[in-house]
């Protein structure tokens, strides 16, 4: 039986990233994965494709409607949504590839198949790897990793059939324009997914059971979205429940509490996710999980059971590629015996759609909860020489700090590129900076990151530019 120091189940984010650190550190290392693909949902069915249709359909939008401004002017613009989708899938597989040659030129094994943890101890864990032919190899290791991700979580009444009623697994490549698509729930993966077909020309209708959307965000920035979606021709039901959604010949229906029917040629079932766990053992072995089915681990990412580990979506919490990223580099280093740590207050999240959204630490919502004394600074793009240039206007950041030491405790932004500018907000907070250090801190001009100045000067009343 071939034996291991570090085995990780899973290849997504999590557990490639975490099997490279961890044969970098000198451990004899394994991961498996039971799709052909290393990548994850991530590499695979997730943030990578999805980004792919984004860019693909914004330039479809905007060379169709918002090129005549600039003084540019084209012919008919027409979609091939097949090349669109072998774009999409060539990226793919170079990023898949390249995890692949990542692998062997850290000498990373890789077992293909379906892995179950036949017995875990303080001397070591056995693990079962089933192929899809049935072939079974048994591994032996000393630290087993789980990195298993998760799935899209059913809900109650909506038939999933993967065609008429699907998931953002099948949203990610529908062999034609849908005429209209519902989309329940109104996180970021829905939003996104929404709006690529929507840029396309499908009529898009968000079903949503909170009265708002992108739950968790800061309320401003998800008003303001909200506002900029209708805009964009986006239909929102808030505050809405789903009853059922069920295939109807070639549509589907979806049932809504206390509303006509809604007809449409796809479903979309976006309503969060669920840990993935199914046949890994973990019952047999008492593995401790939350009510919600997330696997319990503690700040060393250790599980009840001694030599398992838990990371990435499969612990729960952001369930975001570079989070889990973090928490499979940070466990192996603890096994090392280095000072892994992920700080979990300066986790970015971003909403890839036009314009994009952007968010880390502490919202206002949070902030008032928790009875903390902040100040606030409020920028608005519109106001930003670049986004004019750029013809991208809409939007603000917003910071909030500390009222007594200034520090930065969480900065929201919608607007253009809000993704990249996040970046300086995430080291602000990473470096515990103020709001202070933010606006002493000199800016190219003419850039959109100049905003993200004027919003930190914002907080001590001081916005020069207008
Ligand atoms: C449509 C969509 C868009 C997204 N966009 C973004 C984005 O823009 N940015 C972002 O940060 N996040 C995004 N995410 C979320 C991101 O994909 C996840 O947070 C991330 O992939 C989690 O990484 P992970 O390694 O924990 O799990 P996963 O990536 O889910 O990987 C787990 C792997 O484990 C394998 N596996 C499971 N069980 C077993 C088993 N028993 N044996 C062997 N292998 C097993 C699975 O096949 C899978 O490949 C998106 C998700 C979706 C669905």
Redesign the pocket.
């Known amino acids: 039986m071939t034996h291991h120091d570090v085995v990780f ?7 490639y990233t975490g099997a490279i650190r961890a044969a970098q550190l000198g451990f004899r290392t394994a991961c ?4 052909q693909k290393l ?4 590499l ?4 990578i494709p ?2 792919a249709l984004l860019e693909a359909s914004e330039k479809f939008e905007s060379t169709s409607h918002h090129l005549a401004e600039f003084g540019v002017k084209v012919g008919e613009v027409s979609l091939d949504l097949g090349q669109m989708m072998k774009r999409k899938e060539s990226i793919v597989d170079g990023l898949t590839g390249g995890v692949d040659f990542l692998f062997k030129k850290n000498k990373v094994s890789r077992y293909l ?4 943890i036949l017995s875990a101890t303080d001397t070591g864990a056995h693990i079962r790897v089933t192929d899809a032919a049935g072939a079974v190899e048994e591994i032996s290791a000393d630290h087993v990793i789980i ?4 799935n899209v979580a059913p809900l109650r009444g909506v038939e999933v059939d993967g065609d008429r009623v699907g998931t ?1 697994t099948e949203a ?1 490549s529908y062999p034609s324009v849908p005429q209209s698509l519902v989309v329940i729930g109104a996180g ?2 829905g939003l ?2 929404g709006s690529v077909w929507r840029r396309l020309g499908t009529k898009v209708t968000v079903v949503e059971y909170l009265d708002r959307i992108l739950p968790g965000m800061d309320l401003e920035i998800a008003r303001e979205a909200l506002k900029l979606f209708k805009k964009q021709g986006f239909d929102f039901r808030l505050s809405s429940k789903v009853t059922s959604a069920r295939r109807d010949g070639d549509s589907a229906v979806v049932e809504i509490e206390g509303q006509e029917p809604l007809r449409a040629e796809r479903v979309l079932l976006s309503a969060g ?1 669920v840990p ?1 766990t ?3 053992g973990l019952d047999e072995l008492g593995v401790e999980r939350d009510r919600r089915g997330f696997i319990v681990a503690d700040g060393n990412y250790r599980t009840n059971v001694p030599g398992l580990y838990a ?4 612990i729960g919490g952001a ?6 990223e973090e928490e ?1 580099v940070a466990c192996v280093e603890l096994i090392a015996g280095q000072a892994g740590h992920v700080n979990y207050d300066a986790i970015p999240g ?1 909403v ?1 759609t036009e314009p994009e959204i952007a968010t880390v630490g502490r919202t206002e919502e949070q902030l008032s909860e928790i009875g903390a004394r902040f100040k606030k600074g409020v920028f608005a793009f519109i106001a930003n020489g670049r986004a004019r240039a750029l013809g991208s206007t809409a939007g603000k950041v917003k910071i909030l700090a500390d009222e007594s030491t200034d520090r930065v405790l969480g900065v929201h932004i919608i607007g253009p590129r809000a993704g990249d500018l996040i970046a300086e907000a995430v080291a602000a907070i990473e470096f515990g900076a103020s709001s202070e250090d933010i606006a002493r801190t000199c800016h190219a001009h003419p850039t959109l990151s100049e905003a993200m100045r004027e919003a930190a000067l914002g907080v001590s009343d001081r916005i020069r530019q207008a």
């Open positions: 189940i899973g290849g997504g984010p999590a557990g498996i994965e039971k799709e990548g994850g949902t991530c695979r069915v997730g943030c999805s980004k198949g379906h892995a179950r990195a298993t991700g998760s953002s990610l970021y993966i996104e997914m996710r993935n199914e046949g890994l990371v990435g979506d499969v369930m975001l590629a570079h989070k889990a499979g971003v890839y």
